[in-house]
């Protein structure tokens, strides 16, 4: 799997980020309106699902925008006060410079409720549909929080009371089984401190907010990743492209026919994504 492949070269990634993104604050900034400043003003719920907004952010919400009805709990996003979801994913925002990423993670719980666990952040950078690399939430199974892993395993939801592991509607929306964590992996660095903290948001008090940034290899146009709670109760699925500089044309070059370009462009948006190699 490309992933073997790549945990040997990807080794000796450097944490070193200054790429043009800003340092992680210690603390994320909202104002009265309920924007993240720190993300170009960012509006609650104000972004359609899986889109790109302005400043190559791709946005994504949970099951506020899907027809999903869990066993026992029904579908109830927040916000939504008292009678909002306890264990609600509301949105992932990402954006890169360069081979940095950030993640800003928006939910109603980080990262454990009543003995349920905030999943990690896994990602397919081969286009394979299985997970290959994965950001830890949080210190587990011999993995530590906030670090980015190459060449994964993953173990699925939590095998508990209360959990929806034995619903296979529910686990058949979490991809690879219901994979939610990641037991092992090669640990290849570029990451920084988890940024945690916990505002007002879209009228929902108490809020959580946390923000990852980490370095991927510099060879990756982009990646579907998944965040889900470890019990199944939420889950946010999407598919990041890179934001990198156009490649500079080869001088001389012979400019394709508009054939060729339509067919090239076809190609690679049923691929969906793939390696520079």
Known sequence: MFSQIRANTFTML??????????????????????????????????ANGTSIAGGISSFRGNNVSAVTYPGIGAIPSPGGTTGEKFDLEEVHIRNVGDTVQILLVSSSLFERDGYFMGDFLLDTDGDTLWDMGLVTRNHDGVNAGQLYDGITTSGLQVKSGSYYNYPSVVSQIGNGGAAFVTSGLAIGGTSPIVVDTHDYAGE????????????????????????????????????????????????????????????LMGLTSLGLRRRR
Do not use: Y
Request: hydrophobic fraction near 45%.
């Open 205 to 264: 008090s108490g809020t959580k907010f946390a923000e990852f940034t980490f370095t991927v290899p510099s060879d990756l146009d982009g990646f579907n990743f998944q965040l889900a709670w470890g019990c199944g109760n939420d889950v946010i699925r999407g598919f990041h492209v890179m934001d990198r500089p156009p490649t500079p044309p080869t001088p001389g070059g012979a400019v394709p026919e508009m054939a060729t370009a339509l067919l090239s």
């Open 14 to 47: 450097a944490a070193a980020l200054g790429l043009g993104l800003a340092a992680p604050a210690m603390a994320l900034s909202v104002d009265a309106a309920g924007q993240v400043t720190d993300w170009g003003n960012l509006t609650p719920f104000s972004q």
